[in-house]
């Protein structure tokens, strides 16, 4: 089992930044595959970014290329999200979630999953 704890959301306004973090505990969170999702009000939840165990590999969806990075720090057993230039319809609640397979932009692809942070982003 893996537990996972987000933090860092927030109100911010447009043009702004936050940095999410996740918590890993309960297995080896080095040879994990970290992603962060999430999930606007009425709409289905969207794939961010992902790190693969190691760091060497990112992915990032198209809508946050330039905005926001995932980046790791397995001795602290914590991924980040640096998100910058924040834009109103960045708001929703961004989940992490971890898998132990290769890299993947899939939701469904991933065995464990945090309770969310909201982010919520004035105009």
């Known amino acids: 089992q893996v537990q996972l704890v987000e933090s860092g959301g927030g109100l911010v306004q447009t043009g702004g930044s936050l940095r999410l973090s996740c918590a890993a505990s309960?297995?080896?969170?080095?040879?994990?595959?970290m992603g962060w999702f999430r999930q606007a009000p009425g709409k289905e939840r969207a794939f961010v970014a992902a790190?693969?165990?190691?760091?060497?590999?990112?992915y990032s969806s198209d809508f946050v290329k330039g905005r926001f990075a995932i980046s790791r720090d397995n001795a602290k057993n914590t991924v980040y999200l640096q998100m910058n230039s924040l834009k109103p319809e960045d708001t929703a609640v961004y989940y992490c979630?971890?898998?132990?397979?290769?890299?993947?932009?899939?939701?469904?692809?991933?065995?464990?999953w945090g309770q969310g942070t909201q982010v919520t982003v004035s105009s």
């Open positions: 979630a971890a898998r132990s397979g290769v890299i993947s932009d899939t939701g469904g692809e991933y065995d464990y």
């Open positions: 309960g297995r080896t969170f080095s040879s994990l595959t």
């Open positions: 790190i693969s165990w190691s760091g060497a590999r990112i």
